[in-house]
């Protein structure tokens, strides 16, 4: 399994959640965040905006499907057909284990086991 964390602009989250629910991946964690890239912020005038508000969305997927998503929150999340700075980034890393607390049932490498409390 593979964890995605997609850093977007606020106007794109509506886009790139539609795009992710269209394409067959409803489950998304979503955090409003503030940060700064490369551009070092935003200068105004005699103002400089250094923490840009961002939104944050985390997906784990199956290994096969890493490919499909980026694809997905890419052309979604882009603007325009080139892009812009401030577009954002996708980090990608392996999920080694994860545990539905409800029915207590882990996942690892594809298995399936229940976990007694």
């Not at 996708?90 to 994860?98: D, H, K, L, N, Q």
Request: proline share 4%.
């Amino acid at each position: 399994m593979i964890m995605i964390r997609s850093i977007v602009r606020p106007e794109k989250v509506d886009v790139v959640l539609a795009a992710l629910m269209e394409a067959g991946f409803p489950a998304v964690t979503k955090m409003g965040v503030v940060g700064r890239g490369k551009q070092r912020g935003i200068k105004i005038g005699e103002i400089t905006y250094d923490e840009i508000p961002k939104e944050l969305l985390l997906m784990v997927v199956n290994d096969g499907d890493k490919d499909f998503v980026i694809k997905t929150v890419l052309k979604a999340a882009r603007s325009g057909d080139k892009g812009a700075y401030g577009d954002g980034k996708i980090f990608v890393s392996p999920v080694e284990e994860v545990y539905t607390i409800s029915s207590g049932i882990k996942e690892s490498g594809g298995e399936l086991a229940e976990v007694k409390p």
